[in-house]
C-alpha cells in the first residue's frame, strides 16, 4: 500500500509555509496532479518550482516525477481512501485503522514538547497525590494512567463523574497536581475541575490535541496530541492511542529512573498480583 498522503500529513509540521501549501492542495486535490507539470503545480499553489522539487525530496523522492508516479499509483489504488467504502474487506478496514493511527502517532511526535513532557514526569514525581480527570473516551485513558502510576507507587486517583471530579479538585493543595484529558480541549466539566484544582493551589497539567482550546487556559503543563478524528472513528480511537502512547512514555520514564523505591514498589505490585493467575 502507497503512503505518500500519510507522509504528507506525519511530517506536515515539520514542513515550511510554502510546502504546507503544496501538501495542503495535493490533499485537497487527490488524482489533479497527474496532467499537470511541475510548472503548472507550482502556479497552482502559488509557489515556485524549487519548492516543488524540495518538497518532494522532504518526502524521500528523488524529484517531482517520482512523486507524481506515486501520488498517480495512489489515487488508482483501492486500498487508499481516506474514509470507509461500504465494499471494504475486513482486512482492508483493518489497513485503514492501522494507517490513521500511524498518522496520528507521527503527527503526535512532530508536537509533542519534549520539555513539556520532561515536566510532567517530574510533577508526577514530586506530587503528594495525583488526581486525573476524564470523561467519555478520556475515561479509559484516565483509569490506564492511574493504574501505571499505582503500579510504581505513586498516589494516584482517577475520576470520570463530574461530580466526584469537582469535590476531588476542591480538596487538592500545593504539592498536588491535577491531570485533565480531554481530546477537544472543550470538555465544560474537565476545564472546571483544573480551574478549581488551580484556585486550590494544585499544579494542573493537559493532554489535549494541538491547538487552541480552553483547558490549556487552566493548565500549567500541556502535551499535545495530533489526531484528526472522522466519522468513521467517532470513538477516538487514533486519539487515544496517541494519548496512551504519552502515557507509557511518562510510566516508562519512571521505572527507567530505577531508584530504590520505584523498584521496590514494583516489587510489590508484581508479588501482589502472583495470586491472581494460574
Known sequence: ???????????????????????????????????????????????????????????????????????AREENS????????????????????IDTIYCSLEQTKNVLDHKELEKMA??????????????GNSAAVGLDFQHKLMRVGIHALFYHDN????????????????IGISHSGSSKDIVEALDIARKAGATTAAITNYGKSPIIKKSDIVLYTASDEIKHTILG??????????????????????DAETKENVGKTEMALQGKKY
Open 122 to 135: 517530574n510533577a508526577i514525581l514530586s506530587a503528594n497525590h495525583v488526581a486525573i480527570y476524564g470523561l
Open 78 to 97: 483501492s486500498n487508499m481512501t481516506e474514509g470507509l467504502d461500504e465494499g471494504d474487506t475486513p482486512g482492508v478496514v483493518f489497513e485503514k485503522v
Open 1 to 71: 500500500m502507497n503512503k505518500t498522503s500519510l507522509r504528507m500529513k506525519a511530517t506536515y509540521q515539520n514542513m515550511t509555509k510554502s510546502e504546507k501549501k503544496i501538501a495542503d492542495w495535493l490533499l485537497e486535490n487527490p488524482g489533479e496532479i497527474i496532467p499537470l507539470s511541475i510548472t503548472e503545480l507550482a502556479d497552482k499553489c502559488g509557489c515556485s518550482e524549487a519548492t516543488i522539487v524540495r518538497f518532494a525530496r522532504h518526502l524521500d523522492f528523488c524529484g517531482y516525477q517520482e512523486l507524481k508516479i506515486s501520488l
Open 237 to 258: 480511537l487514533n486519539s487515544r492511542i496517541a494519548q496512551l502512547a504519552i502515557i507509557s512514555s511518562l510510566y516508562c520514564y519512571i521505572v527507567n529512573r530505577k
Open 163 to 178: 461530580h466526584l471530579q469537582a469535590i476531588s479538585a476542591s480538596h487538592l493543595k500545593e504539592g498536588d497536581l491535577a
